[in-house]
Nanobody, 118 residues
Framework: QVQLVESGGGSVQTGGSLRLSCAAS????????VAWFRQAPGKEREVVAS????????YYPDSVKGRFTISRNAAGNAMHLQMTSLTPEDTAVYYC???????????WGQGIQVTVSS
């Protein structure tokens, strides 16, 4: 059974940076695609970064492009989200997720809070 556990969240001031990590255990070789999502109070969950697990293809929405970077480690058991130039609009609970195929994400972390103050 695959498990994902996020770490690295917290509070930061506007313009600051944070690096989120997601530790993966289990059959990580079964991953096809991974992503980071976020959900702010009263808003729907949205993807902020995704990548093909075995390659370099990445995706970022315009709201974070140039500020967020998704990556994975060489061992294939962790992924990261480097966030820079943070604003209060980035305040949300952040989740890492993995998909074993080209369908929906089927494995999720528990979520971690990121708070950006002005």
């Amino acid at each position: 059974q695959v498990q994902l556990v996020e770490s690295g969240g917290g509070s930061v001031q506007t313009g600051g940076s944070l690096r989120l990590s997601c530790a993966a255990s289990g059959r990580t070789l079964s991953f096809y695609r991974v992503a980071w999502f976020r959900q702010a109070p009263g808003k729907e969950r949205e993807v902020v970064a995704s990548m093909i697990w075995g390659g370099a293809t990445t995706y970022y929405p315009d709201s974070v492009k140039g500020r967020f970077t998704i990556s994975r480690n060489a061992a294939g058991n962790a992924m990261h989200l480097q966030m820079t130039s943070l604003t209060p609009e980035d305040t949300a609970v952040y989740y890492c997720a993995a998909a074993r195929g080209k369908g929906s994400y089927d494995t999720w972390g528990q979520g971690i809070q990121v708070t950006v103050s002005s």
